[in-house]
């Protein structure tokens, strides 16, 4: 594992976002000195690993003190039959003669292994003449990607919970 290489995401306060790396030493462990500290940025630590993708809760690091982060990696596989979705919340407005439906979505891994959803995805069908799709940017490695049918759910999910919301 020495060498792995470890991304650190810088999110600015006006919105700007850049990206450090780094290579963990014999023991794993990745050390950056010099980063500003204060209330004008957060950082957030991720690791890829076999297509999967491993990040730490934003912070802000202390002008007087660093910051210690742990990632725990768990086995990849591409199986999804240990998820389990659950509808959390279904809400219809009425615009323009149009019916708005925005749905939330928790999504469980029961399993202890992160699941890949590989380059395709995990698709949901909408139902037939969807006019648009929207979804909220999220923090996580779960993205969903709008097509002609629906939408694809991809990236990695961990072992635990992650709440998805589209519109």
């Not at 810088?10 to 976002?17: A, H, L, S």
């Not at 963990?24 to 690791?47: E, H």
């Not at 925005?102 to 891994?109: E, F, G, K, L, S």
Request: net charge negative.
């Amino acid at each position: 594992m020495e060498g792995e290489a470890i991304g650190v995401g810088v999110m600015k306060q006006g919105g700007g976002r850049e990206s450090l790396t780094g290579e963990t030493n014999i023991q794993v462990q990745l050390l950056m000195s010099d980063l500003p500290s204060g209330s004008g940025q957060a950082y957030r630590v991720t690791l890829s690993y076999e297509g999967a993708t491993y990040a730490s809760n934003p912070y802000r690091l202390e002008p007087d003190r660093g910051h210690q982060v742990f990632l725990r990696q768990a086995p990849v596989t591409r199986d999804t039959s240990r998820l389990l979705q659950r509808i959390g919340q279904t809400m219809l407005e009425y615009r323009n003669e149009r019916i708005h439906v925005t749905q939330q979505a928790q999504i469980d891994n029961l399993g202890e292994e992160t699941v890949v959803f590989g380059d395709d995805g995990l698709h949901i069908d909408l139902p037939r003449g969807f006019t648009a799709f929207q979804t909220q940017q999220t923090m996580t490695d779960q993205r969903l990607i709008a097509d002609d049918t629906g939408f694809a759910l991809k990236g990695s999910l961990p072992p635990g919970r992650v709440a998805l919301t589209w519109a």
